[in-house]
Structure formats: C-alpha cells, structure tokens
C-alpha cells in the first residue's frame, strides 16, 4: 500500500472517494503517517461535546420516558453501521461514511425536530435555523477543543457532506453553502447518508412505536406490506417465540429488504451510467443512490403511516407542546435579558446578533438540561 493511501478501506472501487485526493482541511495540519484524513475526522467528531450531547437528544420519545428507546446518539449510530454495510458492498470509503453518519445530526436541537422549528420562527429575520446548517457551523467554529483553529478543522468533503447529503443545496437559504460548488454532486459516500439516515429511522421508529404501545402491531401489519410481509414470514417460522423476538425478525427482513434494494439499485446505477471515477459522480444529472420505484413507493407507504399514527399521536403531541413552550419560553427570557446566558457564551464574539448567539445556545442543549433551565428560570422554589 502506498503512503498516498494509508489508512484507506481496502478494495475501494474506481469510483470511492480516495483520502489521498481530499481537498484537505481549511486550517493547515501535518496528517496522521498511519490514519487517513477521513479516519482522523470520525475520531474528531466521536470526541466532540456536541456528539456525545445527542445521548440525552430526542428522537422520538424523551429520553426520560425510557430506558431503551432511541436517542438522536444511538440513532447516530444505526445510520453508521448500515452505511458501512452499503459502503462496503458499493466498494466505498467506510471511513468518509462513518464521519457523515456519525456528525448528521451534530445540529439537532433539544425535543427533535420541534426544537428546530422553533428556533427556525425565533431566527426568521436572522436567516433561519436549519440543522444541516447548524451541524456545519458546529464544526467548522462552535467546538473549542483545539488550540490551534475553531471547530473540528475537518476535511473539506466531510464538510461538503454535512452540507449536501440532504439533496441539492439552496444558496439563497444557506449563503455558506456556496463554499461546497452546489451546481455539482457530491461523492458517493455522501449521497447514501439521507436515504440510509431514513431506513434506520424507519425501521427504530417502528421497534419503538411498538414497544411503547402507541403502534398497534396487527394494524400495522396491515396497513404496511413493508413491514406486514416479513411479520406473517416470522409469524409463520417462529410464531411460538416471544413477541419482541417475532417482531425483531420480522424487523430486520424490513431493513433487509430496503437496504439490499439500495446496493441493488446503486448498483445498476453506476453501471448503467458508465459511472468509472469520482469526477463520473460529480458530474452526473443527478444522485446515484436510491431505491427502485416499488421499494421507494413500499417506503413512502410505511412514512406516511408513521407519521399518522407515530408523530401525531396525541401523547407525543403532548410532549411536543410542552417542549414548545419551553423553547420559546427561553428564547425570549435570554433575549430580554443576556445576562442570563452564561459568560462564556456572551463573552463570543463572532460578529453574530444575539438572537444568533441565543439559538447556537439552545440548539446544544439536551432535553434533560432545557427542561432543567427552564425549571431554574422560571420556578421561584428552585436553586439557580
């Protein structure tokens, strides 16, 4: 192995993004002699405050309501592993996948994507908040653990990445994006992040919704071929096994099947395509990763149906009231008043009205320590 490739996944495909043709970082640094750029970076963000604060982020429940539902750090977690899973049978660099599965959701706020459009009311005439958006300023200037530049100094496609992964980049909402050339596709390895991001959310949302007893497991064998399928096959093989080990089978022939249509369609993709180098990506019409059309339709089937009976359902609606509530009850306290923000926070200087200043505070707070704050501000019986 040359020393250009140190580091690199073995048997990358002719057209894998090669840490040796990295852009490199915005702040100069001497690389790693055993570890690639892209290694280096998901070690960063592993490391970064704003990673381990999604252990007590909501994605669907509120961490307090369980013990073993998914928080927005174990999410983070499921979209790595089936994306090394696609990365390797594409012939990817697992390496680049895991630095954008691991930091996609480094700009989530507290109480899920409430909090985002909460923040995005509070920010409508300061340019909006989106978490894309707000993962990239956290990497690029909010954590502070080096000495040496802000934010994490990653790789410039890791940060194209975090800038493109959702699709096709609008720079007159995300001014800052036009740094990452948005007339053109991003890498393989990025293009997967969106579509892997949703089958992990799909099928955990799915395992929750049933544990928590707000989904009803035969209506949505019904309702959901996608999942309604694989559970009549598990009912059928191991039918007298407990229910959680019936459903877990019947699990993961959902994301079988989605994941396996994803590398099959790909597949055909690039081939069909001609697709040979990273620069054939780049700058073709449009994203190569997807599903076919009968497994992309199956998908929309089973999204429309959580977000009826999931998302809308009245106990989480609940918490989402009061989540609002708390939010916007922040914001404005912190606006009328900035000398409740933490000296450290007002002390920033970054040419950023306060309002700015105000939501990159409340976007990094967990749930636990919003629901804390607001208690501290607002209940006279509390210790501040």
Known sequence: MSADHVGDPPGLATYAQRSADSRGRKHDETEHRYRSVFQR????????RAFRRLEYKTQVFVNHEGDHYRTRLTHSLEVSQIGRTVARALGLNEDLVESLALSHDLGHTPFGH???EVLNERLADY????????????????EDRYADFPGLNLAWEVREGIAKHSGPIDVNLAPEFAAYEPERQPPLEAQMI??????????????????SGLLELDAL?????????????ARERIGGAPTRQVRTEALRGMINRLVSD???TTESRIRDRAVETTDDVRAAEEMLVGLSEDVACANRQLKSYLHLKLYRHHRIERMKDKARRILHALFERYQDNPLLLPDETRARDDGEPLERTIADYIAGMTDR??????????DPSVRV
């Open 41 to 48: 970076d998901r070690d960063r963000i592993i490391h970064s």
């Open 114 to 116: 409430l909090g985002e």
């Open 127 to 142: 340019g909006g908040f989106n978490h894309n958006r707000q993962t990239l300023r956290i990497v690029e200037l909010l």
């Open 194 to 211: 969106d579509l892997v991001d949703e089958i992990a959310y799909n099928h955990h949302d799915v395992d929750d919704g049933l544990e």
């Open 221 to 233: 064998v019904e309702a959901v071929p996608l999942f309604g399928d694989p559970m009549r096959r």
């Open 262 to 264: 994803l590398i099959a």
């Open 369 to 378: 320590y919003a629901t804390e704050e607001y208690s501290k501000l607002f």
